[in-house]
């Protein structure tokens, strides 16, 4: 089981950048999904999250998460990116299914450089 991350790289500021993030191997249900990213000496922040039998898009000002959990995939949409915006980032699932238990999925996180 696990989430693999694409779509990172160094990127002119101002311009927009989508990361791409699937799962394989899951065979629970996706109850949350989402991106989180961690700015250097900074702790992980929550970017934007889907819960299961909610929205399939969430808006966070220049971030959009848009998934599919039938699917396990989950994206990430920065416009008019920022050098703030430097930072490694990380999807997130949260899979699990009654008398099953619950479990949390972690990508293991795209570099994400913005230049002047």
């Known amino acids: 089981v696990q989430l693999t991350e694409s779509g990172g790289g160094l990127v002119q500021g101002g311009g927009s950048l989508r990361l791409s993030c699937a799962g394989s191997?899951?065979?629970?249900?996706?109850?949350?999904m989402g991106w989180w990213r961690q700015i250097p000496g900074k702790s992980r922040e929550q970017i934007a999250v889907l819960i299961s039998g909610g929205d399939t898009v969430s808006r966070n000002g220049r971030f959009t998460v848009s998934g599919d959990r039938w699917k396990h995939t989950v994206d990430l949409q920065i416009d008019n990116l920022k050098s703030e915006d430097t930072a490694v980032y990380f999807c997130?699932?949260?899979?699990?299914?009654?008398?099953?238990?619950?479990?949390?999925?972690w990508g293991q996180g795209v570099q994400v450089t913005v230049s002047a």
């Open positions: 997130y699932m949260r899979v699990g299914r009654a008398g099953e238990g619950v479990f949390e999925l």
């Open positions: 191997g899951i065979e629970l249900d996706t109850l949350v």
